[in-house]
C-alpha cells in the first residue's frame, strides 16, 4: 500500500499501538466499548467516550446523506455506525485488525449509509478525498510534529477534520505518570500531552474538552 511519508518516530509509534490492540488490551477493549459491566474507573472511561463521540459527530450535519466519510482509527466502529445511520458512506480504518473485526460482528444491517471497514494506515494516500474526517482519540499518542503531519495530510483529503488530543493539564499527567487508570498489561502506549494553541496547522480551533473521571479529552478542528 502506497503511504504519504512518515518519520521514523510516526512509525514507531504506529507500531507500538497496534501491538497493544492486538495484544493484551483486545478484550479489555472489546468490553469496555459494549455494554457488559467493567469496573468504576473504566465506567468513567466509558462515559468520557461516549460523550466525547457524540461532541465530535455534533460538528457534522444530521443529514450526510451523500457524504464521504473516514473514521481514522475507527476501533470497535460506533462512530461509524452513527455516521452511517445519518447516511453517510463511510469508510472506517484501524491499525487493528482484531478491533476491525469486532467492528465487522457488530455492525447491523439496514443502516441508510455503507460502511467499509478495513485494517491498514489513516493516512495511506490511497484511501481517497472525503467530506470529513472523523479521528477520535486515535492522534494521541503522537509527538507534536508527528500530530501536525498527520493533520496536513488528513486535512488535505477533507475540507473539514474532527480529531482529539490529550489536553497538557496537570491531572492528566498525573494519572498517566501514576499508570492507575488500568492494571499493568492493559496499559496503553504513553499519551502526548498537547496545548493545541501550539499546534501549527492552518484552520484549528477548538471545540470543547470532556472530562471523566479517567477520561480527559480536547476535541478540534481543523476546516479549510
Known sequence: MHKLPATHSYETTRAQVAGYFDGTATRVWERLTSDAPVSRIRQTVR?????????????????????????????????CEALAARGADVLGIDISPKLVTIAQRRMPA?????????????????????????????????????????????SARAPHVVFTVAPRTPLLQLMWHAGKAFPRADRSPRMVPQDWRRLQVQGLGRVGRISSGFYISECLEVRR
Not at 459527530?57 to 464521504?68: H, N, S, V, Y
Not at 443502516?111 to 478525498?129: E, I, K
Not at 477520535?136 to 496536513?152: C, E, F, G, N
Open 47 to 79: 462515559a468520557g467516550r461516549d460523550g466525547m463521540r457524540s461532541l465530535m459527530l455534533a460538528q457534522l450535519p444530521a443529514d450526510l446523506t451523500g457524504a464521504r466519510v473516514l473514521d481514522a482509527g475507527c476501533g470497535t466502529g460506533a462512530a
Open 110 to 154: 439496514g443502516l441508510p449509509g455503507r460502511v467499509d471497514l478495513r485494517a491498514g494506515d489513516m493516512l495511506a494516500s490511497d484511501l481517497g478525498q472525503f467530506d470529513y474526517v472523523v479521528a477520535m482519540d486515535s492522534l494521541i499518542y503522537y509527538t507534536r510534529p508527528d500530530l501536525q503531519q498527520a493533520l496536513q495530510a488528513l
